[in-house]
């Protein structure tokens, strides 16, 4: 038989519940507008049931609140994630990649390519109507000046955004490292306060509000499960061990978090020709092992940022190892077998057999056609017979494979239309070599001769005069790339120019024929013997502005329309990609709100259902008291 005051005890339970679900209603109003907060809700079950020896058997004794939980589905947590990485991967491919295509574009206010170089060619027009004019002459060279030095801008423009790119990969791997020890701390104190029967819901909510911090950097994944008790595996013991992946490896182990640093690359570990110095690999520092950015099936912003700064779109070195000394690895097979496409740097790393070798220098052999049929590269490490051995036959390639058109690719790409271009200006300009091997010599009646009677050197070199010559015999022989002496036209050797080191970024004119015009030669050795004022020579380079093939397939004049093109393809794609998946984050936002936010109607209904419920329940208190009342006081004699 239950106690006389036991519907008291009823009521109290109601009143007590009601009590904390106004409580809990009004902490979910309070944070409708806290960012990462979700909505939180009391549970509640009946009391256990109270025997009594009556006919019905057990008799309810009220409600009892379980505890406050917060409303989160790990399923839309997840969809979230996953789709923030993608976000994350393409907003900021589309923010380097809309800077880049500024880079080339050109309009009223921004004189770009087409317009120099159409300038150019009109001053060589004008040229080769008065090829002894002083003042024509210095036009055409100013405007040629003008067309290295829009390269040279171009390239510091790229430069400059790879630094750029560099500096925030770090920022990056701090933000990686503050959210990775932030996590753990939460994960221990979530941990100490469920322990102890409660529930850190707030607490929670920062971790996961962090990790949705951290899907927009790298490819998140999350794994909680339960700590059980080694005695007793039914028992719950209210911990949880929490593991942070980030791209496929840990980097919360529940209280425990890894670090990331960022390490400089050394100069002979450069993996394109034109990288900056110093550019930063990503490492753990628990061991010092390479952390991946880039594995195919992720996305964030720091994948992207690698893809930008390193993208070369896969068109780095790939051959065969066909010999190998203690020093020394010789490839042949080669993917690249033009002078001018080589975009090796002069020191780099070289990737076979899982293996990493770096090289200070390197050698390459041509066949009769100027074709690269071999190279050898001059390694700092000392090879055993058996390494050598376990080389031969192995695939080869220079620096990384980054498949994606970043800046190195744009640089190999100016690189090439400025080796082609600059070749084939200086071969006319200059002609066939004189031959001072025999006596008398034999003077050459197609060398270019300027208006001094003076041989014409090369007109574009390399400014800085950086590695860009080596002796006439190198078309039947052997290069060394540590052979190179760069010299300009104010040089008196004689040299067959290889134009593998000429970059935008140090292509120019010869300083003496920039201060001298009429150095600049219109017409060869044979006219100008005759004493013609003749413009030949400027014929010949005519066909250079779009008749004579040189970049692509196509003229000089359809460089900017195809790196104009990559750049604008890959600029659309990221921005229809950005706009898709910024509208599924908006779906997937909705589908989350729709469980775990706060709505301030829903909440309205909840309070003043709640608080129904409350005074229904201090209403039956006020009933039993006038029961009790009556019990007590007016019953009996």
């Known amino acids: 038989m239950s106690s006389t005051f036991f519907g008291l005890t009823i009521a109290a339970s109601g009143l007590n519940t009601s009590q904390a679900q106004i409580n809990t209603t009004a902490n979910n109003i309070s944070n409708v507008n ?75 206010n921004n004189a770009g390519f087409t317009t120099i170089y159409t300038k150019m060619f009109n001053a060589m027009s004008t040229l080769q109507g008065s090829p002894g004019d002083d003042t024509v002459r210095k036009q055409f060279i100013s405007n040629a000046k003008q067309l290295t030095e829009y390269f040279n801008q171009l390239a510091t423009k790229l430069d400059d955004l790879q630094s750029s790119i560099n500096d925030e990969i770090k920022t990056a791997v701090d933000d990686i490292n503050a959210i990775s020890e932030k996590v753990a701390i939460l994960t221990k104190q979530i941990n100490t306060i469920e322990q102890g029967g409660g529930r850190a819901n707030e607490l ?48 919360v182990d529940t209280y425990e978090h890894n670090t990331l640093a960022v390490k400089s690359r050394e100069l002979d570990q450069n993996h394109n020709q034109t990288d900056i110095d110093g550019l930063y690999e990503i490492v753990w520092s ?6 991946n950015a880039t594995p195919s099936s992720s996305g964030g912003s720091l994948k992207a940022m690698f893809e930008v700064r390193d993208g070369n779109n896969n068109e780095n070195m790939h051959a065969t190892v066909t010999g190998a000394t203690a020093n020394s690895i010789t490839i042949t097979n080669l993917s690249i077998d033009d002078i001018n496409e080589l975009n090796m740097p002069t020191r780099g790393s070289l990737d076979t057999n899982n293996t990493e070798y770096t090289y200070d220098s390197f050698s390459f052999d041509t066949d009769d056609k100027g074709k690269v049929k071999s190279v050898t590269f001059y390694i700092n490490q000392t090879l055993t017979v058996a390494e050598q051995n376990n080389l031969y036959g192995q695939a080869l390639q220079v620096g990384d494979d980054v498949d994606y058109m970043g800046i190195p690719y744009y640089q190999n790409q100016m690189n090439l239309f400025l080796r082609n271009f600059c ?55 052997t290069i060394n790339a540590t052979m190179y002496s760069g010299k300009d036209s104010s040089d008196d050797t004689k040299k067959y120019e290889s134009y593998y080191l000429m970059t935008a970024k140090n292509v120019g004119i010869a300083t003496a024929t920039d201060k001298d015009s009429s150095k600049f030669a219109t017409t060869t050795r044979e006219n100008y013997n005759s004493g013609v004022d003749a413009a030949d020579l400027v014929v010949k380079l005519q066909a250079l502005q779009s008749k004579t093939k040189l970049f692509r397939g196509g003229g ?65 208190i006020s009933t039993f008291a006038e029961i009790y009342d009556r019990l007590i006081l007016n019953t009996g004699v």
């Open 204 to 251: 929670r909510d920062q971790r996961a509000l962090l990790i949705d911090n951290l899907s927009k950097m790298v490819d998140v994944k999350v794994q909680e499960t339960e700590v059980l008790n080694s005695n007793d595996p039914d028992m719950y013991t209210g911990a949880t061990y929490y593991t942070v992946y980030i791209n496929g490896q840990i980097l």
């Open 423 to 477: 070749e084939r200006f200086n071969h006319i300009e200059i002609g066939p070599e004189d031959d001072y091997t025999v006596d008398p010599p034999i003077l050459s009646p197609d060398r270019g001769y300027d208006l001094n009677g003076d041989p014409m050197n090369a007109f574009f070199i390399s400014r800085d005069k950086i590695d860009l010559t080596v002796e006439h015999q190198m078309r039947e022989g």
């Open 34 to 108: 806290t960012t990462g907060y979700s909505r939180q809700v009391v549970n509640t079950v009946a009391s256990s049931a109270l025997r009594c020896y009556q006919s019905w058997g057990t008799t309810g004794t009220g409600v009892e609140a379980t505890g406050v939980t917060q409303r989160r589905d790990l399923y839309y947590d997840e969809k979230y994630w996953n789709n923030q990485s993608a976000l994350g991967f393409y907003d900021k491919k589309q923010y380097y990649m809309a800077q880049i295509e500024d880079y080339f574009n050109e309009n009223n």
């Open 286 to 291: 628990k061991d010092g092992d390479r952390f």
């Open 556 to 620: 000089g004049n359809a460089f900017l329309q195809c790196i104009y093109s990559d750049v604008t393809v890959d600029t659309q794609e990221c921005k229809i990609f950005q706009t898709n998946f910024t509208n599924i984050e908006k779906t997937i936002g909705n589908q989350r709100t729709s469980i775990s936010g706060v709505d301030e109607d829903e909440e309205a209904l909840d309070l003043m259902k709640f608080q129904n419920a409350y005074n229904l329940a201090s209403k039956c």
